[in-house]
């Protein structure tokens, strides 16, 4: 499965501040997302990063609060926009590949452990 | 969209025995079925997935059951290990597009 580094692992901000989270992959993949965890809860999808093109949002979630970017095959970045206590949460990215391209089912980047005070 | 419904929200095993994991999804075009095992603080790992041409996939005590019919799939942990203990949560998906989590299930092993 392919390798996924995400940064930063942690990080206590202010409200009002944003924080974009980056997410690079080794290898090539055909999709990528990002979920939202809140604690004690399930994985919520936020949106798919489309490469080259805007992000597809869930409902709930909207562009202004979470720009994505996903300038190529392998990389992606997620802002959390105009903080508030209630964005605290952990942030994870996710990709699937193909079997033709050696990276087959879906993978999680470890994870970004967000404060908001 | 798809919804996926995950039973029981806590589960507790003695040492030795079998635990089985239910969950339900609401749309019959999903073709993905895989199962997630979360430590306190790590990621997601993937530990079995299903596609719908399948009905039952084993790996070593690990097994995973789905009926497509009645939309239902089940995983099968045997001769349970304190390792086992985690948290679990079921998906589901169709081909390479979004998964869809259920709400989880905490697995605790009784030594």
Same mark, same amino acid.
């Given at each position: 499965?392919a390798? #996924?580094?995400?940064?930063?692992?942690? *990080? =206590?901000?202010?409200?009002?501040?944003?924080?974009? $989270?980056?997410?690079?992959?080794?290898?090539?993949?055909?999709?990528?997302?990002?979920y939202?965890?809140?604690?004690?809860?399930?994985?919520?999808? $936020?949106?798919?990063?489309?490469?080259?093109?805007?992000?597809?949002?869930e !409902?709930?979630?909207?562009? *202004?609060?979470?720009? /994505?970017?996903? +300038?190529?095959?392998?990389?992606?970045?997620?802002t959390?926009?105009?903080?508030?206590?209630?964005?605290s &949460? #952990?942030? @994870?990215?996710?990709?699937?590949?193909?079997? &033709? %391209?050696?990276?087959?089912g879906?993978?999680?980047?470890?994870?970004?452990?967000?404060t908001?005070? | 969209?798809?919804?996926?419904e995950?039973? +029981? &929200?806590? %589960?507790?095993?003695?040492?030795?025995?079998?635990?089985? #994991?239910?969950?339900?999804?609401?749309?019959s075009?999903?073709?993905?079925f895989?199962?997630?095992?979360?430590?306190?603080?790590k990621?997601p790992?993937l530990? $079995?997935?299903?596609?719908?041409?399948?009905?039952?996939?084993?790996?070593?005590? #690990?097994?995973?059951?789905?009926?497509k019919?009645?939309?239902?799939? !089940?995983?099968? =942990?045997?001769?349970?290990q304190?390792?086992?203990?985690?948290v679990?949560?079921?998906?589901?998906?169709?081909?390479?597009?979004? @998964?869809?989590?259920?709400?989880g299930?905490? %697995?605790? $092993? /009784?030594?």
């Amino acid at each position: 499965s392919a390798v #996924i580094s995400q940064k930063p692992s942690r *990080d =206590i901000c202010q409200r009002g501040t944003s924080l974009t $989270i980056q997410c690079q992959v080794d290898s090539q993949v055909t999709m990528m997302f990002w979920y939202r965890q809140q604690p004690g809860q399930s994985l919520t999808l $936020i949106a798919t990063a489309n490469q080259g093109s805007e992000a597809t949002y869930e !409902s709930g979630f909207v562009i *202004d609060k979470f720009p /994505i970017s996903r +300038p190529n095959l392998t990389f992606s970045t997620l802002t959390v926009s105009n903080m508030s206590p209630e964005d605290s &949460s #952990i942030y @994870l990215c996710s990709v699937v590949g193909t079997e &033709s %391209l050696g990276n087959y089912g879906y993978t999680f980047g470890s994870g970004t452990r967000l404060t908001v005070v | 969209g798809e919804n996926v419904e995950q039973h +029981p &929200s806590t %589960l507790s095993v003695q040492e030795g025995d079998s635990a089985v #994991i239910k969950c339900t999804y609401s749309d019959s075009a999903s073709n993905y079925f895989p199962w997630y095992k979360q430590e306190l603080g790590k990621r997601p790992q993937l530990i $079995i997935d299903i596609r719908s041409n399948v009905g039952e996939k084993k790996d070593q005590r #690990i097994a995973v059951t789905l009926n497509k019919t009645a939309k239902h799939f !089940s995983l099968h =942990i045997t001769e349970t290990q304190p390792e086992d203990s985690a948290v679990y949560f079921c998906a589901a998906s169709f081909g390479n597009e979004k @998964l869809t989590f259920g709400t989880g299930t905490r %697995l605790t $092993i /009784i030594p």
